[in-house]
């Protein structure tokens, strides 16, 4: 591939990325009225797409692949030291935030961020696990055979059920949501 070809792809990608690092540059100009670990994930977004249009500009004035690589494999590796930077942060400011709730004796729903991973990890494994199933029995039965009904309706039936557990979840979301007059303050 010709390095103008490179160029003009990686220029189009970063003008794409604009709905990524605009709000990012908007997060770093409010300052201190955002956390620090937002701040922080926004400084790692604009890295990576900053990486990106110097790797643009790199591709069309370098004779060779050594430098443009090079410059990508720095601004990609200073984006991941920044996002996980950011992510240690934003666990640090979570337990702060979490130690004043509980010093006020707020009780937070049992719906946390546990709870979500966990659901949509199931569903995901549950999604995976029917798909190779029926990988399985399409193979076993050949193209022609008698599972090939079961080969076209498997999409629907899994997209329904990622649909009834995306439901089902965010109703019991709501249920479990603290409304200001049903918080427990006392002791």
Do not use: K, N
């Not at 010709?2 to 990686?10: E, F």
């Not at 990106?52 to 004779?63: R, S």
């Not at 443009?68 to 992510?87: C, D, F, M, N």
């Amino acid at each position: 591939m010709a390095h103008a070809v490179a160029a003009l792809g990686a220029a189009a990608l970063t003008a794409a990325g604009c709905v990524w690092y605009l709000p990012a540059l908007a997060d770093l100009r409010a300052g201190a009225d955002r956390p620090d670990s937002r701040r922080i994930a926004a400084a790692a977004c604009l890295t990576g797409w900053s990486g990106a249009a110097v790797l643009a500009a790199l591709l069309l004035v370098a004779e060779g692949w050594r430098t443009p690589l090079a410059a990508a494999a720095v601004g990609a590796a200073a984006t991941i030291a920044l996002r996980l930077y950011a992510v240690v942060r934003r666990r640090r400011e979570e337990r702060e935030a979490a130690g004043q709730w509980a010093r006020l004796g707020y009780v937070p729903s049992p719906a946390g961020p546990g709870r979500s991973r966990r659901a949509v990890a199931a569903v995901v494994g549950c999604g995976a696990a029917a798909a190779v199933a029926v990988a399985v029995l399409h193979a076993a039965s050949g193209p022609d055979g008698d599972a090939a009904w079961l080969t076209a309706a498997t999409p629907a039936a899994v997209m329904g059920v990622f649909l009834a557990a995306a439901a089902a979840y965010a109703r019991a979301g709501r249920r479990h949501t603290p409304t200001p007059g049903r918080q427990r303050v006392g002791r």
